[in-house]
Nanobody
Framework: QVQLVESGGGLVQAGGSLRLSCAVS????????MGWFRQAPGKEREFVAA????????DYLESVKGRFAVSRDNAKRTVNLQMNSLKPEDTAVYFC???????????????????WGQGTQVTVSS
């Protein structure tokens, strides 16, 4: 059974930075495309970023491009999301997700992810 545990959320002022981490246990970590999603109150869960199995490909939500960076360490079985220049509209619960896939297709579709973490709260004050 694959389990994902996020950490690193918190309260930060606008313009600040946070680094989220997701530790993965069980399964073959390098077999998974990894994604980050977020859900603000009253809104649907939306795609934020994804990284391919060996880190060669990434994809980002347009509004976070240039501010967020996703990375992974297959030896440590972790995936990270570095978030810079944070804005109040980035406030949400952030979720890590794993998708067993050989290719890097349809990474923005949340229903195609097989495993999810419990989420970590990110709050950006203005």
């Amino acid at each position: 059974q694959v389990q994902l545990v996020e950490s690193g959320g918190g309260l930060v002022q606008a313009g600040g930075s946070l680094r989220l981490s997701c530790a993965v246990s069980g399964g073959t970590f390098s077999a998974n495309t990894m994604g980050w999603f977020r859900q603000a109150p009253g809104k649907e869960r939306e795609f934020v970023a994804a990284i391919s199995r060996f880190g060669l490909n990434t994809d980002y939500l347009e509004s976070v491009k240039g501010r967020f960076a996703v990375s992974r360490d297959n030896a440590k079985r972790t995936v990270n999301l570095q978030m810079n220049s944070l804005k109040p509209e980035d406030t949400a619960v952030y979720f890590c997700a794993a998708k067993a896939s050989r290719d890097f297709g349809r990474v923005r579709e949340r229903d195609l992810y097989d495993y999810w973490g419990q989420g970590t709260q990110v709050t950006v004050s203005s």
